[in-house]
């Protein structure tokens, strides 16, 4: 079975430093993951996808991932955190091939300081 | 604009009460979910469609009914409410693709159940 563990709950930064979201995967096949973002009142955005080519993922707002198989990990990064950057950040499996449910990973709530 | 709409927004309602709540997509997707946000639990599937006329249960139907006659739309029914089903709901639609094309999400609805 697929599923997904986001390593942690409360990641708390300053304004201008870099930022890491820690997400482990466990996939019985190549998987398909992504990282959502979800900001107060709001429906989750699409933050970026792997989808077995590249395994360095670039997506939006300046955000990337990487898709490391032998660690089982699709870690979020971003070299600069700025204050919009404060949400809820989800990594997301893909439950099997043909992709009828999305598994997410309990979330990482972000907070970002002046 | 590409968008998935969810209504209504808030709803507070009483137990037993009937209610639905509809989603609409204007993408021409054929696949549609449901999901439930509770806190600490993350996102959960209770229903999806794959086309027009096909529905399936996903994690946690228990309570919910679903119709899928126009493509576009795909409404999720609470006969009869209880209060564990309130909860923050999300629809969602993706492209034909399989596990590698991202779900799109409505903005939420925020269901509570006296």
């Known amino acids: 079975a697929q599923s997904v563990t986001q390593l942690d709950s409360h990641v708390s930064v300053s304004e201008g430093t870099p930022v890491l979201l820690r997400c482990n995967y466990s996939?019985?096949?190549?998987?398909?993951l992504f990282w959502y973002v979800q900001h107060p009142n709001k429906g989750l955005q699409l933050l970026l996808k792997?989808?077995?080519?590249?395994?360095l993922v670039k997506g939006i707002n300046g955000f990337e991932a990487e898709f490391k198989k032998s660690e089982t990990s699709f870690h979020l990064t971003k070299p600069s955190a700025h204050m919009s950057d404060a949400a809820e950040y989800f990594c997301?499996?893909?439950?099997?091939?043909?992709?009828?449910?999305?598994?997410f990973g309990k979330g990482t709530t972000l907070s970002v300081s002046s | 604009e590409a968008q998935v709409t969810q209504n209504p927004r808030y709803l507070i309602t009483v137990t037993g009460k009937k209610l639905t709540v509809t989603c609409s997509q204007n993408?021409?997707?054929?696949?549609m979910s449901w999901y439930r946000q509770d806190p600490g639990l993350g996102l959960r599937q209770i229903y999806y469609?794959?086309?027009?006329?096909?529905?399936d249960k996903g994690d946690v139907p228990e309570g919910y009914k679903v119709s899928r006659k126009e493509k576009r739309n795909f409404p999720l029914i609470l006969e009869s409410p209880s209060p564990n089903q309130t909860s923050l709901y999300f629809c969602?639609?993706?492209?034909?693709?399989?596990?590698?094309?991202?779900?799109?999400f409505g903005d939420g609805t925020r269901l509570s159940i006296l």
């Open positions: 997301v499996v893909s439950s099997n091939q043909a992709g009828t449910a999305l598994i």
């Open positions: 993408m021409n997707h054929e696949y």
């Open positions: 969602a639609s993706r492209s034909t693709g399989g596990k590698g094309q991202p779900q799109h």
């Open positions: 469609s794959m086309n027009v006329e096909v529905t």
């Open positions: 996939s019985s096949y190549s998987p398909s």
């Open positions: 792997y989808t077995s080519a590249a395994t």
